[in-house]
């Protein structure tokens, strides 16, 4: 069975741009969770979006959106980049919510 | 507020002896625990879990233990090896919160031949 793909693995921006990640989830896996991992605050948990409605919502400003389509692919856009917005932006996917299938991350680089 | 906390940034360990890496929380929704193993610039890799009805979990070299009026959590790796070494990050979640797990700020493991 393929992992968690995510693309682009790498990508640099500059502020005031938007962006948009990708996740292609394990087949099967009704869930799609995002994280933010960053040196100082390590992995914070973004949203999580299961048969595509949003389940659940972490901590960050309206900037960071997400949704998911009915193949469970799933995106997530960052609007007006910040230089904070800088870090390792993790898909994780599960068949219902609690054992999570990290992909290899998104590096972004905002200049 | 930090309701997962690995007091220990650090641990270094001799090839073949035991690793023990720590693990407390505060939240007492929390009823399953998690440990990921993670090198840099990569997503963490899925080790072993435990629900809060069980105070341990075997698989291989890999034991996780919890003790619930601690709240506290452990992982035992016997014997270690190099190529355990990488940082390790207890996860924690609620029922009622699907899909979000709450991380550790991790322990960086290093096993030395």
């Known amino acids: 069975k393929a992992g968690v793909t995510q693309t682009p693995r790498y990508l640099i921006k500059t502020r005031g741009q938007q962006v948009t990640l990708s996740c292609s989830p394990i087949?099967?896996?009704?869930?799609v969770s995002w994280y933010q991992q960053t040196p100082g605050q390590g992995l914070q948990f973004l949203f999580e979006y299961f048969s595509e409605t949003q389940r659940n919502k972490g901590n960050f400003p309206g900037r960071f959106s997400g949704r998911q389509f009915s193949n469970s692919r799933s995106e997530m856009n960052v609007s007006t980049l910040e230089l904070g917005d800088s870090a390792l932006y993790l898909c994780?996917?599960?068949?219902?919510?609690?054992?999570?299938?990290f992909g290899s991350g998104t590096q972004l680089s905002v200049l | 507020d930090q309701q997962v906390k690995q007091n220990s940034p650090s641990l270094s360990v001799q090839e073949g002896r035991i690793s023990i890496l720590n693990c407390d929380y505060t939240?007492?929704?929390?009823?399953?625990f998690l440990w990921y193993k993670k090198y840099p610039a990569e997503g963490p890799t899925f080790l072993i879990s435990i629900s809060s009805i069980k105070d341990k979990n075997e698989d291989g070299r890999f034991t996780v233990f919890l003790n619930k009026s601690a709240k506290h959590l452990s992982l035992h790796i016997v014997p270690s090896q190099p190529g355990d070494s990488a940082v390790y990050f207890c996860?924690?979640?609620?029922?009622?919160?699907?899909?979000?797990?709450?991380f550790g700020q991790g322990t960086t493991l290093q096993v030395k031949p």
């Open positions: 087949s099967g896996h009704r869930s």
């Open positions: 939240n007492s929704m929390f009823d399953y």
């Open positions: 994780a996917s599960s068949p219902g919510g609690e054992k999570l299938f």
């Open positions: 996860a924690a979640s609620a029922a009622s919160n699907t899909g979000k797990l709450i």
